[in-house]
């Protein structure tokens, strides 16, 4: 099963951070949990952000690029850019974009309250629109929903009419669904790209199953 914990945590979305090409993992991961994130068919590379694992709830990532808080020193933005990525450091009070940015190569959205000025900046190192937007009721929208170039899976309190927006945000269809035994903050147990998906310890076989149908990992023979 494509399930595993961060020393114990579930939420593994926390603490990684991932697109098509590498996957950002914290410097005292395991042997075992590298091994598991290798299900990404990524480049795997070590960082931390603010001298913090949390890098799922610090930055927000694409393949274009990745936003960073105004707490990541410059040796860890030097650091992360020898990966190749253009990485720019946000200077916004709502500083983890994990949280407040939901993105793939297509399209985005964003937490509601950051400013106009800074939504462009951001969108301008991802290179997508970021659409300002709540789901079911909650502005943390990077928590409550997760996308990759295949398709998103969202909170399952999202309403019709949120799916619509973020399918035309996204530009890519999802589903609702949960994960670590019915939690909405599906980013937080969850990590995905086109190439595959991690999910949490916790997570049932029923949840997996949402999962595996809003990214977009059945085809007409089964799971891909």
Known sequence: MRKCDYFGNPWIGMFVKTNDEITLLPVDSLKKFEDKMAFLGTKIAKA?????????????????????????????????????????KSGDKHNANGNNICV???????????????????????GVELVPIKIAGYSTVGSACIATN???????????????????ALKVKGNRGTVNMGVGFVAYGTVANIKGYVTGEKSTAYELGRVVEALGFIDQEGIV
């Open 48 to 88: 931390s952000i603010g001298e913090s694992n949390l890098i799922g709830v610090y930055a927000a990532m694409n393949k274009k690029g990745i936003i960073l808080p105004n707490i990541a020193t410059e040796e860890e933005c030097a650091a992360i850019r020898r990966l190749g990525i253009n990485a720019y």
């Open 104 to 126: 793939n190569d297509k399209g985005g959205i964003i937490n509601v309250h950051i400013s106009k000025g800074e939504r462009a900046k951001m969108e301008d190192a991802l």
């Open 150 to 168: 295949k398709g998103f899976l969202t909170h399952y309190r999202a309403d019709d009419d949120e799916v619509k927006a973020l399918e035309d």
